[in-house]
């Protein structure tokens, strides 16, 4: 029996330890740390495997400790005021900024821990997140913040744009400190600020004149082009009644070519008629200027006394027999075209 029994203490052992663990559960937003006790073989301690979220686990009680973090995200504020911040009364942050004025700003971190950190933070910082929000996260934002933001002017707190840059700014100076100590740095919001009330009231008086003269700048820009705007119609309109004069003037100098180049033909017909005419007129004379013009006065002679009874008497003794009758009716031709009466034969 005594040789047996030093065997059935060595069963028996893992057997009561088994018995008397206990159960450890961890949520999906918690991260479990071990701290070793008591060990008959190896050293104690925090174990540097942290145990990972929402698994169970089992431990002796006695001689193992167990610290749960939570490490879902969590807000860091410190404001003015009382139900929101994370501290009673003002727990805003204040500064100087870079024109050496007075600020004091509202400010929220967002952040969360490094679940495969929490044994180096159990160790070194604190046994709970909010021992590690107390000693790490506050202090060093607090202080990165300052740095950051006392470098803006006065007058930027009131730029959007360069406040969103600077908090941006700050959340990376924030985790480039707190992301080898396991802390997580996902956001930085800038609220409310407050400078001293005599400044503030300078701060808004500026601000005001400025956004004025912006409105009177644009509502000048805003007339001068209507003034183009309506210039230009002027211009079209203007250009539009000298093109329509330009028509117009070589319309009416068509026309009047037109006109011109018909009445030049019309004369130019009128003057080759007359022309003609007088050619004509001429060229009868030069005829009648000639043997056939007495000829054709004799004609019509003939044809004028054509069956008229025609009687010659001698006068003063004429001799019918020298009478020249030839010359006596071209004369007698003569008189009664002039109207004169007849010589009596």
Same mark, same amino acid.
């Given at each position: /029996?005594s040789?047996?029994?030093?065997? +059935?203490?060595a069963l028996? /052992?893992?057997? +009561?330890?088994?018995?008397?663990?206990l159960?450890?559960?961890?949520e *999906?937003?918690?991260?479990?740390?071990r701290?070793?006790?008591?060990?008959?073989?190896g050293?104690t301690?925090?174990?540097?495997?942290?145990?990972a979220?929402?698994?169970?686990?089992?431990?002796?009680p006695?001689i193992?400790?167990w610290?749960?973090f939570?490490?879902?995200?969590q807000?860091?504020?410190?404001?003015?005021?009382?139900?929101?911040? #994370?501290?009673?009364?003002?727990?805003?942050?204040?500064?100087?900024?870079a024109?050496g004025n007075?600020i004091?700003?509202?400010?929220?971190?967002? +952040?969360?821990?490094?679940?495969?950190?929490t044994?180096?933070l159990?160790?070194?910082?604190g046994?709970?997140?909010?021992?590690?929000e107390?000693?790490?996260?506050?202090?060093?934002t607090?202080t990165?913040?300052?740095?950051?933001?006392?470098e803006?002017?006065s007058?930027?707190?009131?730029?959007?744009?360069?406040? %969103?840059?600077? #908090?941006?700014?700050?959340?990376?100076?924030?985790?480039?400190?707190?992301?080898?100590e396991?802390v997580?740095i996902?956001q930085?919001?800038?609220?409310?600020?407050k400078?001293?009330?005599?400044?503030?009231?300078?701060?808004k008086?500026?601000t005001?004149?400025?956004q004025?003269?912006?409105?009177?700048?644009?509502?000048?820009?805003?007339?001068?082009?209507? /003034?183009?705007?309506e210039l230009?119609?002027?211009?079209?309109?203007?250009n539009q009644?000298?093109?329509?004069a330009?028509g117009?003037a070589?319309?009416?100098k068509?026309s009047?070519?037109a006109?011109?180049?018909?009445r030049?033909?019309?004369?130019? #017909?009128l /003057?080759?008629?007359?022309?003609a005419r007088?050619e004509?007129?001429r060229?009868?004379?030069r005829?009648?200027?000639? *043997?056939?013009g007495?000829?054709?006065?004799k004609?019509?002679?003939?044809? #004028?006394l054509?069956?008229?009874p025609?009687l %010659?008497?001698?006068a003063?003794?004429?001799?019918?027999r020298?009478t020249?009758?030839?010359?006596?009716?071209t004369k007698?031709?003569a008189?009664?075209a002039?109207g004169?009466?007849?010589?009596?034969?």
């Amino acid at each position: /029996m005594s040789k047996l029994a030093p065997r +059935w203490t060595a069963l028996a /052992m893992p057997l +009561w330890m088994l018995a008397g663990c206990l159960p450890h559960s961890l949520e *999906s937003t918690e991260a479990g740390v071990r701290t070793v006790r008591l060990a008959a073989f190896g050293s104690t301690g925090v174990v540097p495997e942290p145990y990972a979220p929402g698994q169970t686990y089992f431990f002796i009680p006695i001689i193992n400790g167990w610290t749960v973090f939570d490490v879902g995200l969590q807000n860091l504020a410190m404001t003015t005021s009382r139900d929101s911040g #994370a501290r009673e009364g003002d727990d805003s942050l204040r500064f100087k900024t870079a024109d050496g004025n007075d600020i004091s700003v509202d400010v929220t971190i967002a +952040w969360r821990l490094d679940p495969s950190k929490t044994p180096y933070l159990l160790q070194f910082v604190g046994g709970s997140t909010l021992e590690v929000e107390e000693r790490l996260v506050r202090p060093v934002t607090r202080t990165v913040l300052r740095d950051v933001l006392n470098e803006m002017r006065s007058e930027q707190y009131y730029d959007t744009a360069m406040r %969103f840059k600077k #908090a941006d700014q700050a959340r990376e100076a924030c985790a480039h400190y707190l992301g080898p100590e396991g802390v997580l740095i996902d956001q930085v919001l800038l609220g409310e600020h407050k400078f001293n009330e005599a400044y503030e009231q300078v701060i808004k008086d500026k601000t005001v004149a400025e956004q004025e003269a912006a409105r009177l700048r644009s509502e000048s820009e805003a007339a001068a082009e209507q /003034m183009k705007r309506e210039l230009e119609v002027a211009k079209g309109q203007v250009n539009q009644t000298i093109e329509t004069a330009h028509g117009d003037a070589a319309m009416a100098k068509l026309s009047a070519d037109a006109s011109y180049f018909q009445r030049d033909r019309e004369a130019q #017909a009128l /003057m080759a008629e007359a022309k003609a005419r007088t050619e004509g007129l001429r060229a009868q004379a030069r005829a009648l200027a000639g *043997s056939g013009g007495h000829n054709m006065v004799k004609l019509k002679v003939a044809e #004028a006394l054509a069956g008229k009874p025609i009687l %010659f008497m001698p006068a003063s003794g004429g001799d019918l027999r020298t009478t020249n009758m030839n010359d006596l009716i071209t004369k007698y031709a003569a008189m009664q075209a002039v109207g004169a009466s007849a010589p009596t034969p």
